[in-house]
């Protein structure tokens, strides 16, 4: 997956969101953003991310736009460090244009920096004249988000924590072989509040690390789910899968709740939903729920039973939305014509 023959000045690349099954839950270094347990997700086939870079020579300044209005703020601030990070290992002080098109909707409970600085570090790479292998990719993308480094690859992939003696060059992710075909997987996507969180997950990932007394119990459990997920992967057992990818995501809320003061973002409609999971398994459908740092669920399923979860989901979140996704792609370049 390098991108040598990708240069010139200018390079489009498209990547998709992930929802980590073993989660990434605390940062042993903020600036590296290295974690500090390795964690495994399943990359989606919808709502991706397109970014353009264009090198502009002349510029005295970046230039960044999101859906064709200028980024501003703490999200403009992490753009622009990010080129800095290319730019300094391209050997290059151009400044660049980067237009940025996300489909996910806004608030639908899929953080778009994964997909978001996916497409920037191929994109950028790209147009830099970086030649960056996949694994490489992965590192670069993880400087911009941690889960970014996940999108680089399709399907399923693990990020590897690494170690501090190996510090960035041991951080990277990769993919986790799995037959798509004979797993299956759907994840329902169901979002219960599409407003801002109060704490934000950065805020709550430092005060769960260093406050809560469940954090480290979790963090090396967490190694143990991540070793059973994989033979879970490797056997295309679903229910198996589902079963640890709910433990981890369970376990990682009650370090949050453990922490001082506690960090809640379940709510009652998310426990609604949590219920009615619990009442399709004892229909008979193999449906178990996994959940990032905030109140919206992810429900891991069959793709035979998809639309049926979805519909007890909708039932449960009235007037929330819910979507359906399946594996997905990695990121990729497109040429210039977009295609």
């Given amino acids: ?47 991706p991310t397109t970014t353009r870079v264009r090198l502009v020579p002349e510029a005295e300044h970046d230039e960044v736009s999101l ?18 990070l290319v730019r300094e ?55 911009g988000s941690g889960s970014a480094s996940r999108s680089i690859f399709g399907d399923f992939a693990i990020w590897h924590a690494g170690t501090d003696e190996d510090g960035d060059l041991g951080s990277y992710a990769e993919p986790v072989p799995v037959d798509v075909g004979e797993l299956d997987p759907a994840l ?26 469940l954090y480290e119990p979790w963090a090396v ?44 973002y379940l709510s009652a409609p998310t426990l609604t939903v949590l219920d009615s999971v619990l009442q399709l398994r004892r229909d008979g459908v193999p449906a178990y729920a996994t959940m990032d740092a905030g109140p919206n669920v992810k429900v891991l399923c069959r793709r035979a039973d998809a639309e049926r979860v979805a519909g007890v989901v909708r039932g449960a979140v009235p007037g929330g939305a819910v979507h359906i996704a399946g594996p997905g792609p990695g990121a990729r370049l497109l040429d210039e014509g977009g295609r």
């Fill in 67 to 84: 859906g064709g209005a200028p980024l501003e703020g703490e999200a403009r601030r992490r753009v622009v460090a990010f080129l800095d």
């Fill in 221 to 264: 459990s967490s190694k143990d789910d991540l070793a059973d997920m994989r033979e879970a992967l490797r056997r295309a057992d679903l229910e198996a899968v589902g079963e640890i990818a709910e433990r981890n995501a369970l376990g990682m809320h009650a370090t949050m709740l453990a922490a001082r003061p506690a960090v809640r």
């Fill in 89 to 143: 290992r391209a050997g290059s002080d151009r400044r660049a244009v980067v237009e940025t098109e996300n489909t996910v909707p806004t608030g639908a409970g899929l953080a778009s920096s994964a997909s978001g600085f996916a497409a920037l570090a191929m994109a950028a790479a790209a147009a830099y004249g970086l030649d960056q292998d996949a694994t490489a990719l992965s590192r670069l993308a993880r400087r």
């Fill in 1 to 47: 997956m390098g991108v040598e023959h990708r240069t010139g000045g200018s390079a489009t690349a498209v990547a998709h969101p992930n929802i980590a099954l073993i989660k990434y839950w605390g940062k042993r270094d903020e600036q590296l953003l290295l974690p500090r347990t390795d964690s495994l997700s399943m990359t989606l086939d919808i709502f």
């Fill in 188 to 213: 329902v996507i169901a979002v219960v509040n599409a407003g801002p969180k109060a704490v934000s997950s950065r805020e709550a990932m430092r005060r769960t690390v260093d406050t809560s007394p």
